[in-house]
């Protein structure tokens, strides 16, 4: 099991050795310095009353591995530019657990809680982090104002899969605010994919960028579509023209040759998921074309069509 970080003076040394062992980690080598997400997902709140998230507490909700970092880890977040955490509620019935994101938090000698709004009342409950301990460890760091590389491994993909709805790695990286200091790693890949801050979200670094195009699934004159990101993650926004075709192809991402430019050299394998206001669930994605040629990434619409005039916005994680 890994070790927990308990002091800030330990937290900048091996973080400062995780950043300049990068070149040694992309042939596989463990960052010694690294902060693995889950670890920021060993806290756990029981619930002290009916729709109560208002907790008595004698830390105060502060948690290891940073408890001594400065400003300390708040296991609901502070605010600010990294927002607050989301917080998963974990109800004893099954299909009444959630994940909130807090409006604002509360901090008192021997108390601490949050606001929301859940879509489900919950009586018998606990609370954890909303993203298996990945915000968590990226704000702590971020608002720290520390260098350092979150790591995400095979039992982060286990918590992520526990989590209630549709959550994914690639959308909780998509969704995370971080800062420049700041990588996140996958370690489940090889090579490993490391995720650096862009202003705006984080994106894998390398990887020539697709060419994305509109189908009949995205209807008849649609608007985009508009693609941000690189060839390994990024996001295909569009809004649906008139009349689209359900079971048809939503849109293409096609990729530059990878022997001769930035592409893949093999055929990759790649997530969608919606991460628009408006969600939808797309079709079995399928490939063709080569690494010589490009390979072309279909994504297709499912029975139920996309409806017309409506704007959708889809990310992509492509390994």
Not at 46 to 74: E, I, K, R
């Amino acid at each position: 099991m890994r070790k927990f970080y308990a002091s800030l003076v330990t937290l900048v040394f091996v973080c400062l050795a995780a950043m300049a062992s990068l070149t040694a980690s992309a042939q596989g080598t463990v960052p010694p310095g690294i902060v693995w997400a889950e670890q920021f997902n060993n806290w756990s709140i029981q619930s002290q009353g009916a729709n109560q998230f208002t907790f008595a507490q004698t830390n105060n909700c502060q948690s290891f591995p940073l408890a001594n970092a400065v400003p300390p880890y708040f296991v609901f977040g502070t605010g600010g530019t990294f927002g607050y955490y989301p917080i998963f509620i974990q109800d004893a019935n099954p299909s009444n657990s959630e994940i909130v994101t807090p409006t604002s938090i509360s901090r008192a000698s021997g108390s601490c809680g949050f606001s929301a709004s859940p879509a489900n009342s919950h009586t018998s409950f606990t609370v954890m982090s909303g993203t298996a301990g990945l915000q968590d460890a990226v704000g702590t760091l971020a608002q720290g104002g520390l260098v350092g590389v979150v790591g995400i491994d095979r039992f982060f993909y286990n918590l992520v899969a526990g989590l209630p709805g549709s959550q994914t790695v690639g959308k909780l990286i998509h969704n995370l605010k971080g800062a420049s200091g700041v990588q996140v790693v996958d370690t489940t890949t090889s090579p490993w994919t490391y995720y650096a801050w862009n202003g705006t979200n984080y994106f894998a670094n390398g990887g020539g960028t697709p060419v994305a195009a509109l189908s009949t699934g995205a209807g008849t004159s649609p608007t985009g579509p508009a693609i941000a990101g690189n060839g390994a993650t990024g996001t295909v926004t569009l809004t649906a023209g008139t009349t689209p075709t359900a079971s048809a192809t939503i849109f293409t991402l096609t990729y530059p040759s990878g022997t001769t430019s930035t592409g893949f050299n093999h055929q990759p394998t790649c997530t969608i998921a919606s991460v628009g206001a408006n969600a939808y669930t797309v079709g079995t994605v399928t490939y063709s074309g080569s690494a010589s040629a490009g390979f072309v990434v279909t994504v297709p619409a499912t029975a139920t069509a996309l409806t017309a005039a409506t704007a959708y916005s889809f990310s992509y994680s492509c390994q």
